[in-house]
């Protein structure tokens, strides 16, 4: 699965590993989203060979920045990354609280002004 983004900030190379967008990619893949139309021309459809970010806007001197994920392999637990992505999501979603994390997306976010965790920030209610 290739994925072909014009985006400034791309995600590190050492979160790829666990990137979710190509996580869920290879997930949908893994679960027949693709079946019907790659069947004449792979042998075994729905096996996911890894994923890929095509970066247009970070050309190199050999082209486009390619930010590629391996097939994500089950861990301890029989689990994938994005498996366990999912479950988080869905336990996160049927709580109905939605908490502000701060991290690294923070850098570039335009909400500041109303954000809980930043202490110039309100929040109205």
């Known amino acids: 699965m290739v994925d072909l983004k014009t985006s400034k900030y791309p995600p590190?190379?050492?979160?790829?590993?666990?990137?979710?967008?190509l996580g869920l990619y290879q997930h949908a893949v893994a679960n027949g989203a693709v079946?019907?139309?790659?069947?004449?021309?792979?042998d075994g459809p729905g096996v996911p060979g890894g994923a890929e970010l095509v970066q247009l806007r970070k050309a190199l001197a050999t082209g486009a920045k390619i930010q590629q994920?391996?097939?994500?392999?089950?861990g301890?637990?029989?689990?994938?990354?994005?498996?366990l992505q999912l479950m988080r999501a869905a336990?996160?979603?049927?709580g109905e609280v939605f908490d502000a994390t701060p991290g690294k997306h923070c850098d570039?976010?335009?909400?500041?002004?109303?954000?809980?965790?930043?202490a110039a920030g309100t929040v109205l209610s």
């Not at 079946?35 to 792979?42: E, I, K, Q």
């Not at 994920?69 to 089950?74: F, K, L, V």
């Not at 336990?91 to 049927?94: E, G, L, P, S």
Request: net charge negative; proline share 15%; aromatic share 2%.
């Open 12 to 21: 590190t190379d050492k979160d790829l590993p666990a990137n979710p967008q």
């Open 35 to 42: 079946d019907d139309l790659v069947a004449d021309l792979v």
């Open 69 to 74: 994920q391996a097939p994500q392999e089950p």
């Open 76 to 83: 301890p637990d029989g689990s994938t990354p994005v498996e």
């Open 91 to 94: 336990h996160v979603v049927r």
């Open 108 to 118: 570039h976010c335009q909400f500041h002004s109303v954000c809980p965790t930043k």
